[in-house]
């Protein structure tokens, strides 16, 4: 069974920064892409940042140059660093990835994590 949990988020004042972070685990036999979605109230789910398993991270136009994602192949960790924070980056922040379980190998499946609250206030 494939898990990802999340860790970090928080309350933080406009301008400040906050980091998220995510690990996957159980029986996997390899990841894919990792990355970050937020949902903020009344609003649908969005892409954040993705990486790709050899690098390559694609980010939302409204992040860009304030997030960094990075990703730990070994321990099978992404995380976010999220500086210049505003306050419609308040969302919660789900973690993803395309793992390729043990179980079957014949194509990767999308796992989410719990879901971490991120809240900027004014």
């Known amino acids: 069974q494939v898990q990802l949990v999340e860790s970090g988020g928080g309350l933080v004042q406009a301008g400040g920064s906050l980091r998220v972070s995510c690990v996957a685990s159980?029986?996997?036999?390899?990841?894919?892409?990792m990355g970050w979605y937020r949902q903020a109230p009344g609003k649908q789910r969005e892409l954040v940042a993705v990486?790709?398993?050899?690098?390559?991270?694609d980010y939302a136009d409204s992040v860009k140059g304030r997030f960094t994602l990075s990703r730990d192949n070994a321990k099978n960790t992404v995380s976010l660093e999220m500086n210049s924070l505003k306050p419609e980056d308040t969302a919660v922040y789900y973690c993803y990835a395309q793992i390729i379980p043990r179980s079957d190998r014949r194509y990767a499946r999308e796992y989410w994590g719990q879901g971490t609250q991120v809240t900027v206030s004014s």
């Open positions: 990486i790709g398993n050899v690098g390559g991270t």
């Open positions: 159980g029986s996997i036999f390899s990841i894919n892409g």
